[in-house]
């Protein structure tokens, strides 16, 4: 079946630190990979996408590169802000129409 | 850009009361969907919706729910007698089954905190 597993949080980090934030995911099928971010009461955002293996998604200085042979699709941004605090969840979409499958999500707090 | 909008923001119930929870997704789009998130949890999936008929459901998405999309732009969900493990925050979300249609995102609102008392 189809499943996400990322990495606990949460996670505190000072401004212009380095970012990882790491996920897996099992999955029948060719599936699609997306990040979402949740910042403080607000709904769930689309952060970027791969749809096939060895694809960059990236948006706002953040990517995440779909590794077929390691079934993972890491976040990662060079240079943090306060303002990137938020929720962070992985998901995929499977191979037919349907539904996301989400990872528990991990929570980024910046100081500055 | 075109979002998915839902009312109330904030609904609070006592426990046994219905409750319908109002989404208008984008208009082009096709497919909708109802997730959930338990405070400090997970977000679930509970149901999919296409061509007005439920596509897919989840263990969760017992009798007590029902989906129903009254005319051409709302989309609702019921949950007849609410019981406090409901309280969590709901989220509508669409998409429009492209070429490619499992590379379309989901486009989600930002959601109906549930409160039930």
């Known amino acids: 079946g189809n499943s996400v597993t990322q990495m606990e949080g949460p996670v505190t980090l000072s401004e212009e630190a380095f970012l990882t934030i790491n996920c897996t995911y099992t999955?029948?099928?060719?599936?699609?990979l997306f990040w979402y971010v949740q910042y403080p009461g607000e709904g769930l955002q689309l952060l970027l996408k791969?749809?096939?293996?060895?694809d960059k998604g990236s948006n706002k200085g953040f990517e995440a590169t779909y590794r077929k042979e390691t079934t993972s699709f890491h976040l990662e941004k060079g240079s943090v802000q306060v303002s990137d605090s938020a929720v962070y969840f992985c998901?995929?979409?499977?191979?037919?129409?349907?539904?996301?499958?989400f990872g528990r999500g991990t929570q980024l707090t910046v100081w500055p | 850009e075109p979002e998915v909008t839902q009312t109330p923001s904030h609904q609070v119930t006592q426990m046994g009361q219905e409750v319908i929870l109002r989404c208008v997704p984008i208009?082009?789009?096709?497919?909708f969907y109802w997730y959930r998130q338990i405070l400090g949890q997970k977000v679930e999936f509970l149901v999919s919706?296409?061509?007005?008929?439920?596509?897919?459901k989840s263990e969760i998405f017992d009798d007590q729910f029902s989906v129903e999309r009254p005319d051409g732009s709302n989309f609702t969900l019921k949950i007849r007698s609410t019981k406090l493990e409901d309280s969590a925050m709901y989220f509508c979300?669409?998409?429009?089954?492209?070429?490619?249609?499992?590379?379309?995102?989901?486009?989600f609102g930002n959601g109906t905190r549930l409160t039930v008392t």
């Open positions: 979300a669409s998409t429009y089954p492209a070429e490619s249609s499992y590379n379309s995102p989901l486009h």
């Open positions: 999955a029948t099928g060719y599936p699609s």
């Open positions: 791969a749809t096939k293996a060895d």
């Open positions: 998901a995929l979409k499977g191979s037919t129409l349907g539904r996301l499958y």
């Open positions: 208009s082009n789009h096709l497919y």
């Open positions: 919706f296409y061509n007005n008929e439920i596509s897919e």
